[in-house]
């Protein structure tokens, strides 16, 4: 792999940590439903371990309401034991054609356990975003043990490295904080 490639492949990679951390944030419930907190939950489809959005239309009626519509009205048992079995905090109501999911209003306590797991969880994209640079750093010193770069390229090429990483580790915060404001709305 080239200088270039090694500095291209570590900010590509620590963009990615970046994407996943900020995906992972949008299934932390808020105040608002988001049919992506059923990305996890998976129904028995005839023997096959299925998401509920591939066997089922996922809908926002209302801001605290999804509203699951089975494409096969015989899944609404599945779905709905997947839903108990899941860890969504929150009961099915089936009506016989669709599932209703009714989100309550949030405790301080609640929220303050989620501002937790949200701050745990950015602390993941950091710690990420910090391996992909160990990993480029590792990479560059080989690169000059090889004689293959300088002394001197590999100091700039560290700094590079060095601006990058603290560029999506801001990133990570961004994305955090917004998150923490988004669960502070009552």
Sequence with gaps: MTVQEIVKDAEQRMKHAVEVTAHDFQRIRTGRANPIMLE????????????VNQVANISVPE???LLINPYEKSMLGAIEKAIIKSDLGVNPNNDGTCIRLNFPQMTEDRRKELIKQVHHRAEEGCVAVR???RDALHHLTAAQKNKEISEDDLKGLEKKIQELTDKFVNEVHEVQKKKDHELMEI
């Design 63 to 65: 801001p605290r309401q």
């Design 40 to 51: 996890k939950v998976v129904v028995d489809y005839y023997g096959t371990e299925t998401p």
């Design 131 to 133: 391996n992909v640079r």
